[in-house]
């Protein structure tokens, strides 16, 4: 087990809500990202925190929206959910130093519904 | 712009057979890393290697073993006698140092099933 932990584990909403999931990162690692996994398609990367702030973003609209805690653990929220953010997220924690950035390592991803 | 083709979307052998999954990448940065990773029923993806580009000796760790040659962009894993174990989807993924971040991007992934 990687020690990266995701809540809920699986979730349903209607479309047009608004959803909260959350992932505590492995012990003494830094940095936090998020993946957004379609079905039969790899990961794609939404975007990263390090140190509490945005480092780096994929091609996802400004209703996708994070936050990193003091604590390293981060949330990833979505407003007006449609359709299609109907997925598997991914949570990967690592630990970034001076100039180099160490392997990441996965949570076991929370299933998104929308309806 | 980074990109990783897995052109074998299913690969269906029996166990104790070897298996090579093919992986192809394209970055037009110097300084790079490979991963593969192993994503079970379960979901979470496991790490099973990362290489540096400038790292191009082979490596074996067990049944697994990966071929890096940076002529032909091209970063294949085999898995020596598989067993049903193995059965999984699993990723490539190519990482560039983008002010410093050195976020993957992943293949398509492909799915290995090992029948007894």
């Known amino acids: 087990e990687t020690g990266v932990t995701q809540s809920p584990t699986h979730l349903i909403k209607t479309r047009g809500q608004q959803v909260t999931l959350r992932c505590s990162s492995q012990?003494?690692?830094?940095?936090v990202s998020w993946y957004q996994q379609a079905l039969g398609q790899g990961p794609q990367f939404i975007f990263q925190?390090?140190?509490?702030?945005?480092?780096g973003r994929g091609n996802f609209p400004p209703r996708f929206s994070g936050l990193q805690f003091p604590n390293y653990s981060s949330e990833l929220n979505v407003n007006a959910l449609e359709l299609d953010d109907s997925a598997l997220y991914l949570c990967?924690?690592?630990?970034?130093?001076?100039?180099?950035?160490?392997?990441?390592?996965f949570g076991p991803g929370t299933r998104l519904t929308v309806l | 712009a980074q990109k990783v083709t897995q052109a074998q979307t299913e690969i269906s052998v029996v166990e104790k057979e070897d298996v090579t999954l093919d992986c192809v990448y394209e970055?037009?940065?110097?300084?790079?890393?490979l991963f593969w990773y192993k994503q079970p029923p379960s979901g979470e993806l496991v790490f099973l290697i990362r290489?540096?580009?400038?790292?191009?000796q082979n490596e074996i760790s067990g049944r697994y073993s990966w071929n890096f040659q940076k002529s032909t962009s091209s970063f294949n894993f085999t898995i020596t006698a598989s067993q049903v174990v193995d059965s999984a989807v699993y990723f490539c993924?190519?990482?560039?140092?983008?002010?410093?971040?050195?976020?993957?991007?992943f293949g398509r992934g492909t799915s290995l099933i090992v029948h007894p």
């Open positions: 990967a924690s690592s630990l970034r130093t001076s100039g180099n950035t160490d392997t990441q390592y």
């Open positions: 012990s003494g690692h830094n940095t």
């Open positions: 925190y390090y140190r509490e702030e945005e480092n």
């Open positions: 970055t037009r940065d110097t300084t790079y890393y």
């Open positions: 290489r540096n580009s400038f790292d191009e």
């Open positions: 993924a190519l990482s560039e140092a983008t002010g410093g971040s050195y976020i993957p991007t």
